[in-house]
């Protein structure tokens, strides 16, 4: 494991940015990631499949008389687990527990189901200036909190961190954005009902920063760090995915 790095994200700053993914791992994820966004079309709107291959992914924006909400829910956007299986194999997984050690991923979770025997690796999708696509700033671990029914999401012994990967977007203008050290504080939080089920509303008025400072590199970051999706200000469609990965909470004493 790489001590530097772990302490940098569990105990300092809370984030890490350095780290880079290949051009061929990068391809692979937005393959994968295209097929699945390829084959939900297909059943929902088979008479829009052929346009949807032909406009690619990064234009689903201009897909006409579509019910977005309708589409993608989470469910629709977690990897199947072939996927994930080909994910696990890349250099990417491999440079991942360079610095973890041995980890595992989260279990598939969304409203209050839990799926145990699927590995969750999701993607998000973004349209240009819209609003409507971003959820409100938020701490991973109020939702792990009011979802892990007997530590079925978490186990007890584990704690989380995030990974956000952009596949479609462009460098400083649709990034994650993170409050700088709002991990080291308590913030007061509501739960509310939403379409999708129940949620943590943060009560205080943030504003984040965008973390990223070079392509093809992944945002790594603390489970209690406060965070939400910046408006798609570019042209495409914001593609990304998110890991949570898992590690035993005594790594801490080590560091």
Request: glycine residues 2%.
């Amino acid at each position: 494991m790489n001590k530097e790095i772990l302490k940098k994200i569990l105990i300092g700053d809370g984030f890490y940015s350095d780290l880079k993914i290949s051009k061929k791992d990068l391809c692979l994820f937005k393959k994968e990631v295209s097929n699945q966004y390829l084959m939900r079309i297909k059943r929902i709107y088979p008479d829009l499949y052929k346009e949807a291959e032909r406009l690619q992914i990064k234009n689903y924006h201009l897909l006409k008389n579509i019910n977005h909400n309708k589409l993608w829910h989470k469910k629709y956007r977690c990897l199947q687990q072939k996927s994930i299986s080909l994910i696990k194999k890349t250099n990417f997984f491999k440079d991942l527990e360079r610095i973890f050690g041995k980890f595992k991923l989260s279990k598939v979770a969304y409203d209050s189901s839990f799926s145990l025997k699927r590995d969750e690796i999701y993607w998000r999708i973004v349209r240009p200036n819209n609003d409507n696509d971003i959820g409100e700033y938020h701490a991973d671990k109020w939702f792990h909190e009011l979802m892990n029914d007997n530590h079925k999401a978490i186990p007890k012994n584990m704690i989380s961190i995030k990974l956000w990967l952009p596949l479609v977007h462009k460098l400083k203008s649709n990034d994650l954005l993170l409050v700088p050290m709002s991990h080291k504080k308590n913030y007061d939080y509501e739960i509310i009902d939403s379409p999708n089920g129940k949620k943590p509303v943060l009560k205080t008025n943030l504003r984040g920063r965008q973390m990223l400072e070079k392509p093809n590199t992944v945002l790594i970051f603390n489970e209690n760090m406060i965070h939400k999706g910046s408006i798609n200000k570019d042209r495409y469609t914001r593609i990304s995915a998110e890991i949570t990965i898992l590690i035993k909470n005594d790594i801490i004493k080590l560091l």
